[in-house]
């Protein structure tokens, strides 16, 4: 009776222990099925709002290939494809910032510690002010430097034999530091057009993207999502730290090396398609844990979550502001920001540290 | 033998103070050079007599002028920054237990960026002068929300709950930032040529501006030096001995909201400086905060003004900003640092 709020949370892991997995369990498929509900909602809100409104059965229509043809061009030709790489970039960054966060055990843990948010955007200010390109070669040079950037954090941080997390940690906030003075550097001195182009590029935005963006995002997720997921269970051992690990026969170095690539290579067909997006990595696995309350790293949780919270936003930013077009990544900064300080707040007036 | 080993710690700290105070000097001597070599490179360079000749005798001459009127703010604003964020920087990581941490995990920076940017762009003002105030005001609000986001509840404002709220205002900030400079071209204009961090095109007013505000940061920082000490052994530990833990975070913040404000509002974000210092100076003068207060309020200006220097002379007749040239100078020192030697603990 002297402590009614643990008890008022979560009565039945008190009262029935050895029912706890079985609970929680329930409650993840149940929050993952409503999370996907909701992202799915949202993505019809996406198709069907704009500067040309469209009712839900026209837009049910024009997917299904029986609409009308300004409708159904709209639809299919200028909404979905965009629509679609808000919710992969989003199921993308979700996962990778899962991986991430479990690797280095480090809740404020994503693809940034390693470089690749930096390299990939020197990269592509790189491309639009020194070199002058478009859109396709812009991504190019991201995802080549982004790549290599995390190569580079990795082979420093390489040394006895392994690399350490908090090496890894260290030597990526060095490089990220030497990666942003360049990139201020150079957009100090393009011209203003091709700086704010850069600067739109650095905050990520889904603006203008077509199927020719969205196919190959989706082919490439469609291989490298399963694979993440297989590699959760392995996921969830080395959590317990490497000695454990390694007693329960994992191979712990080598595991690392490949969930890195898997998370490096899903950050980077996603940050090539919108630019590094800030936040989602870092807050879609937080609220989905928060929501599925399941142990261990909680990838699918985070896929889901991840895409709900960037189509969410892409849709905010865009009618919110209208006419002015945001990039994206202004909205998911603003709302993660805030979202997550509220959140910390209420957490830290129940809790102890 | 059998008496020797309990007092041999006693000798060896009493044999470390003079090599540690001869570091000292000689980081000094390094310093008075470097703001003479501050004062005779530049554009157009001016040996070190007709230096010496402008500063005790005046003089109208051309060089004289230059001396006076442009390199000797610059280099003042330089060495008065320098030791601000290295003072910041070492402040912060014996604060919060953390080897990481720099100004810009408490939304300092940030706070700073999105007031100059909403000064340029919302309200219309367009002179350093006047940029100042809100870049310093900025830095204030977002370390006070910083703080009362962190302090929320019973446990109070441990360093990692500092650092996550310092993360998320971050990020909000940032936000903001990039929201005001897309929607207004002239407003990216001056923003980027802010956000780089420059001792250029400063005037002696900038200093006098911010300079009450850095002297009471440094003489704040320098006085927490013995109860940093305390902090280091941990919380429980540090209570146990009488220091007042509360307290000290308090006025710790406080310090490092003046030192990083004043410095941010007068020359722009610079980054690295007051990550990287304080490891060199861990790495010299050992665990005692008091001479890592030392060693960090002289590498930093150190490192400041040599990157000044560099900046200078490596694109002639053109300038490198010194924001840019103290993280590809700083970067490469401190991954070397972290993979040859394990991380000075705290």
Known sequence: MSAPAPALRAPAIRAFGGRVSVRVHRRGAIACALLALAALATALAGLAFGDYPLSLGEVVNALAGRGDGSGAFIVNELRLPRVVCALAVGAGLGVAGAIFQSLTRNPLGSPDVIGF????????????????????????????????????VYLLSYRGGGVQGYRLVLVGIGISMMLLAFINYLLTRGRIEEAQEAAVWIAGSLDGRGWEQATPLVIALAVLLPAAFLLSPRLSLLELGDDAATALGVRVERSRLTLTLVAVAITAVATATAGPIAFVALAAPQVARRLTRTPGPGLLGAAIMGAQLLQGSDLASQRLFAPDQLPVGIMTGAIGGIYLAWLLAREWRWRRA | MAASPPTTPVPRLRAAAPSRALGLALALAVLVLLMGASLAIGTRSIDLSTVVHALLHGGDGDEAVIVRDLRVPRTLLGLAVGVALGLAGALMQALTRNPLADPGLLGVNAGAAAAVVFAIGVLGVGSLTGYVWFAFAGAAVASVVVYAIGAVGRGGASPVRLALAGTAVTAALTALTQALTLLDRDTFDQWRAWSVGALSGRDADTLGQVAPFLVAG?????????????????????????????????????????????????????????????????????????????????????????????????????????????????????????????????
């Open chain 2, 218 to 346: 440094v003489l704040l920082a320098l006085a927490l030096g013995r109860a940093l000490n305390a902090i280091a052994l941990g919380d429980e530990t540090g209570r146990a001995l009488g220091a007042r833990i509360g307290r000290t975070r308090l006025l710790g913040a406080l310090s490092i909201t003046l030192l990083c404000g004043a410095a941010t509002a007068a020359i722009g974000p610079i980054f690295f400086v007051g990550l990287t210092v304080p490891h060199v100076a861990r790495a010299i003068a050992g665990a005692d905060q008091r001479w890592v207060l030392a060693y960090s309020m002289l590498l930093a200006p150190i490192l400041l003004l040599a990157a000044d220097v560099v900046g200078r002379v490596v694109a002639r007749p053109g300038e490198v900003q010194v924001g840019i040239v103290t993280a590809l100078l700083g970067a490469p020192v401190f991954i070397a640092i972290v993979r040859r030697r394990r991380i000075a603990h705290l």
């Open chain 1, 117 to 152: 948010t930096y390299g990939s955007a020197a990269g592509a200010v790189a491309m639009i002010i020194v070199v002058g390109a478009q859109q396709s070669a812009v991504s190019a040079g991201a995802l080549a430097a982004g790549l290599a950037t995390a190569a580079i």
